[in-house]
């Protein structure tokens, strides 16, 4: 069945990286435009992060993470990838990853990332 599984989430001090995965099956990857999501501790809205297009070529960011995150896919391994620097406390959050069927959304379970000194 189609699946999207996050990794990569942890605890990181302020100005940290990391790197997030997002691992497809269940359809043809290459085919699909994919986007990254976050929701906050006590939020119910998830914030949009980033999108990639199908090729890869194309790419778009929330003014909040832009020139700190970069989004990248490898379409042979049927991920794509959220790469993360000079992370803040704020960044800290649930990140999920998406793509869209038509009409319908399709999610990962997340990851959770934490930015704490």
């Known amino acids: 069945q189609v699946q999207l599984v996050e990794s990569g989430g942890g605890s990181v001090q302020p100005g940290g990286s990391l790197r997030l995965s997002c691992a497809a099956s269940g359809f043809t990857f290459r085919n699909f435009d994919m986007s990254w999501y976050r929701q906050a501790p006590g939020k119910k809205e998830r914030e949009f992060i980033g999108?990639?297009?199908?090729?890869?070529?194309?790419?778009m960011f929330a003014d909040s993470v832009k020139g700190r995150f970069t989004i990248s896919r490898d379409n042979d391994k049927n991920t794509m990838y959220l790469q993360m620097n000079s992370l803040k406390p704020e960044d800290t959050a649930m990140y999920l990853c998406?793509?869209?069927?038509?009409?319908?959304?399709?999610w990962g379970q997340g990851t959770q990332v934490t930015v704490s000194s």
């Open positions: 999108y990639i297009s199908s090729s890869g070529v194309s790419t």
């Open positions: 998406k793509t869209r069927f038509g009409f319908s959304s399709i």
